[in-house]
């Protein structure tokens, strides 16, 4: 079994900034793609930022150059970083991690999602 826990949402003024991280546990092997996603009220949700196994990312063209994503493998984490914020970036944000688990079982599996306000 693997548990995700996600930090680091909150409330900011236009132009600030947040940290959010996504912590996996339990019986993980590796963890491949690591991905970020956000669905603000009354849309579909979105991929944000994605970064595979071997480091290589991509954003969406809304992010680019204001978000970055890094994965920490030892710790099992991911995190967004969000310079720049723009009310826009108002959505509830999720974590994917494509988890290979101790017995060689893969998954997709979701965090519970934070909250990012962002104020004008």
């Known amino acids: 079994q693997v548990q995700l826990v996600e930090s680091g949402g909150g409330l900011v003024q236009a132009g600030g900034s947040l940290r959010l991280s996504c912590a996996a546990s339990?019986?993980?092997?590796?963890?491949?793609?690591m991905g970020w996603y956000r669905q603000a009220p009354g849309k579909q949700r979105e991929l944000v930022a994605h970064?595979?196994?071997?480091?290589?990312?991509n954003y969406a063209d809304s992010v680019k150059g204001r978000f970055t994503i890094s994965r920490d493998n030892a710790k099992n984490t991911v995190y967004l970083q969000m310079n720049s914020l723009k009310p826009e970036d108002t959505a509830v944000y999720y974590c994917k991690l494509a988890v290979v688990t101790s017995i060689g079982r893969l998954f997709d599996t979701w965090g519970q999602g934070t909250q990012v306000a962002v104020s004008s």
């Open positions: 339990g019986s993980i092997f590796s963890i491949n793609a």
């Open positions: 970064i595979t196994s071997d480091g290589s990312t």
